[in-house]
Nanobody, 121 residues
Framework: QVQLVESGGGSVQAGGSLTLSCEAS?????MAWFRQAPGKEREGVAS?????????IYEDSVKGRFTISKDNAKNTLYLQMNNLKYEATAHYYC????????????????WGQGTQVPVSS
């Protein structure tokens, strides 16, 4: 069983920056960030895998503004979010899998409890 613990959420103004962290209890090859806004379905934001030569995937609306990275020595995943928009307001979840990468929640077996990111306009 893999435990995931997110941190770093909090209120931020539109245009600002925030970095989320997700510590995994063990090494796992593929990790990702998802978010779920009130009344909406959970959507993939970014995914990173160490499988093969490694790969990252971003949801189109965050490309160029969000950066996913991982410190394998610490089993910790990060999401650097710049130029945040009001529409980014959501509960952000860390997820992990032994396959992937991908932005569909179906492919992920392990989930954290999430951290809230309210963006004020």
């Amino acid at each position: 069983q893999v435990q995931l613990v997110e941190s770093g959420g909090g209120s931020v103004q539109a245009g600002g920056s925030l970095t989320l962290s997700c510590e995994a209890s063990i090494y796992i090859s593929t990790m990702a960030w998802f978010r779920q806004a009130p009344g909406k379905e959970r959507e993939g934001v970014a995914s990173l895998t160490s499988l093969g030569s490694g790969r990252t995937i971003y949801e189109d609306s965050v490309k160029g503004r969000f950066t996913i990275s991982k410190d394998n020595a610490k089993n910790t995943l990060y999401l650097q979010m710049n130029n945040l928009k009001y529409e980014a307001t959501a509960h952000y979840y860390c997820a992990a899998s032994w396959v992937g990468p991908g932005l569909s929640p179906v492919g992920y077996k392990y989930w954290g409890q999430g951290t809230q990111v309210p963006v004020s306009s």
